[in-house]
């Protein structure tokens, strides 16, 4: 079934091709999204914005003109452009908990005088922490991704990063008493 055609069905809503278009391209647009995504949010915001790629596909069918190119290429467009925006409001938006210290990147408003000491304390001592384990801390704490995902992401095995991050969290505590 060509471009034109699958365009034309998926108009006329048809479930069965449009599955049939998920089935296709749905590995190409993991791989596109995940690309972009793996290294600071969960396997879960990969998925998400997979599927609101092809959301898009079924509320708007009309935007796609076939003339001007092939459906696989137009959803690669598509799912690289939500990666870029998911990606950038994960930056935005990114805060760390640990141990019930919440720390926001961009702009403290912390009312009370003592959080805002310990938040800033937090702060410096996430600071020397190695990239290493701050990137893991950040990955763990901050975007939720699970330890496989890290591991896979980071090349190493899953026992390896629960290590560090216990070791992480060790040094950040005896650095908070200090």
């Given at each position: 079934m060509n471009d034109t055609k699958i365009r034309s069905e998926i108009l006329k809503r048809n479930e069965k091709v449009f599955t049939m278009v998920v089935d296709k391209y749905a590995k190409l647009l993991w791989k596109i999204t995940a690309a972009i995504l793996i290294n600071s949010s969960s396997a879960c915001e990969v998925e998400e914005c997979v599927a609101d790629v092809f959301i898009y596909l079924w509320e708007h069918p009309e935007k796609y003109d076939p003339d001007?190119?092939?459906?696989?290429?137009?959803?690669?467009?598509?799912?690289?452009?939500?990666?870029?925006?998911?990606?950038?409001?994960?930056?935005?938006?990114?805060?760390?908990?640990?141990?019930g210290v919440v720390m926001k990147e961009e702009a403290f408003e912390v009312s009370d005088r003592g959080e805002n000491e310990q938040v800033e304390k937090l702060r410096e001592c996430l600071q020397k922490l190695g990239d290493e384990e701050r990137n893991i801390l950040m990955r763990r704490f901050c975007y939720d991704q699970k330890v496989s995902e890290i591991a896979l992401a980071l090349e190493m095995k899953p026992k390896q990063v629960e290590n560090r991050i216990y070791n992480a969290k060790a040094k950040l505590r005896k650095m908070m008493e200090d």
């Open positions: 001007k190119g092939k459906l696989s290429s137009w959803l690669s467009m598509l799912a690289r452009s939500r990666a870029i925006d998911r990606f950038r409001k994960l930056r935005k938006e990114k805060e760390i908990f640990l141990d």
